[in-house]
């Protein structure tokens, strides 16, 4: 199995700063593409920003500029920077990654247990 365990988060004003980290650990055989996804009150999750193994990049279009992810392949983690924070930020930040258990096995999605970010106006 593979846990995701989530770090960070928390209360801050806006135009602040919040970064995030979480690390896959397991019977993992490879770690593909990582991502956070979030989900505010009354609304669907969404996805924030996704990482390829080769370190390509995506973003919704909210948080470009503002926001960014990174990943140590070695470490299996991956993190993100979010900087210039809005109210509308706020949300339960999830983790995700697609991970394989072993060479012969499809990937799989897994999630966090997911991390409040609050920013108050």
């Known amino acids: 199995q593979v846990q995701l365990v989530e770090s960070g988060g928390g209360l801050v004003q806006a135009g602040g700063s919040l970064s995030l980290s979480c690390a896959a650990s397991g019977s993992i055989f490879s770690v593909n593409a990582m991502g956070w996804y979030r989900q505010a009150p009354g609304k669907q999750r969404e996805l924030v920003a996704s990482?390829?193994?080769?370190?390509?990049?995506n973003y919704a279009d909210s948080v470009k500029g503002r926001f960014s992810i990174s990943r140590d392949n070695a470490k299996n983690t991956v993190y993100l920077q979010m900087n210039s924070l809005k109210p509308e930020d706020t949300a339960v930040y999830y983790c995700n990654a697609n991970a394989a258990l072993a060479a012969w096995v499809v990937g799989r999605e897994y999630w966090g247990q997911g991390t409040q970010v609050t920013v108050s106006s």
């Open positions: 990482i390829t193994k080769g370190g390509s990049t």
